[in-house]
């Protein structure tokens, strides 16, 4: 498939793209409302801070290859699961039912 | 955080708060700001009728009439968390009924890039001077003041009368109404 590519970001690069997102939208707003401030415009600083935005989307909507350093490492899927796990799960069920009873009398 | 959407809705979300901020010190930066400003008054002409005011009743009451001059600079009213200034000019007296009459006689609407420097002559008035009796006939002291709105971006609609003002009494007798 070429379209097969993986969008998600793992926890590590969740957590960092949300604390760039953060850090570049509040600079960004700082500086607009300096900005802002000198030429007594507020309208520049919603504009300096929509730029901020712009970049701060760039950088930390798309899964960017910095934010899939440390992929999760699942458990590869067992092949013999239908033979042993049917009669061993009715089992434990039955005892942990029974037990708390005996506890509570 | 694990989708786009959800990283595209955090960021807009996070970004209104950030510009709420804003706002709110952009509030801050002007709130102690006093907004004043001198305002030159004169009157030219000053005449009182007694007319019936249809609008209200039959009876004759005193109707003032006046032209006036005006000089206010209020360029440096403006700053940005001000989008726009409502001026107003009022007549306030004293009558036999009344201990305060307000009566706004004109008004004007000036927006952020307009000229503020107000210079005036010969204005006539944009409202009627009614009285609601006979008070204005030989009124010795009627006070004209200006005084505006100050319309904010984000933060109170603040009312401000400025310095200056100019009385002038109205004459003893009524003007005939045909005569003007």
């Given amino acids: ?105 | 955080m694990h989708t786009f959407l959800t990283r595209g809705n955090a960021l807009l979300t996070f970004t209104l708060s950030v510009l709420a901020g804003l706002t709110f010190f952009c509030f801050l930066s002007t709130a102690l700001n006093a907004y004043s400003a001198t305002a030159n008054i004169d009157t030219v002409k000053v005449l009182v009728k007694n007319v019936p005011d249809y609008s209200a009743q039959k009876e004759k009451q005193d109707l003032g009439y006046l032209m006036f001059d005006l000089q206010a600079d209020l360029n440096p009213l403006f700053n940005w968390n001000a989008k726009q200034l409502f001026v107003f000019l009022i007549a306030e007296y004293e009558t036999t009924d009344n201990k305060l009459n307000q009566v706004v006689l004109w008004d004007k609407i000036i927006q952020r890039g307009e000229n503020a420097n107000l210079d005036m002559k010969n204005m006539n008035t944009n409202y009627y001077f009614w009285d609601d009796g006979n008070g204005l006939r030989g009124n010795p002291n009627v006070t004209l003041t200006l005084s505006w709105n100050v319309v904010p971006n984000a933060g109170t609609l603040s009312i401000v009368r400025g310095s200056g003002s100019h009385s002038f009494s109205f004459p003893n007798e009524y003007t005939n109404v045909r005569a003007q």
Wanted: proline share 7%; aromatic share 10%.
């Fill in chain 1, 1 to 105: 498939m070429a379209f097969n590519f993986a969008t998600h970001m793992d926890y590590e690069g969740q957590h960092l793209a949300e604390k760039l997102s953060h850090i570049i939208v509040v600079v960004f707003g700082v500086i607009g409302w300096i900005i802002g401030y000198i030429n007594q415009q507020f309208s520049q600083t919603i504009l300096v801070l929509g730029v901020g935005v712009l970049i701060a989307a760039i950088v930390t909507l798309p899964p960017w290859p910095m934010y899939r350093r440390k992929p999760l490492n699942w458990r590869k899927p067992r092949k013999e699961v239908t033979v042993d796990n049917t009669s061993k799960p009715e089992k434990e069920v039955v005892a942990s039912v029974s037990k708390p009873k005996k506890k509570n009398k």
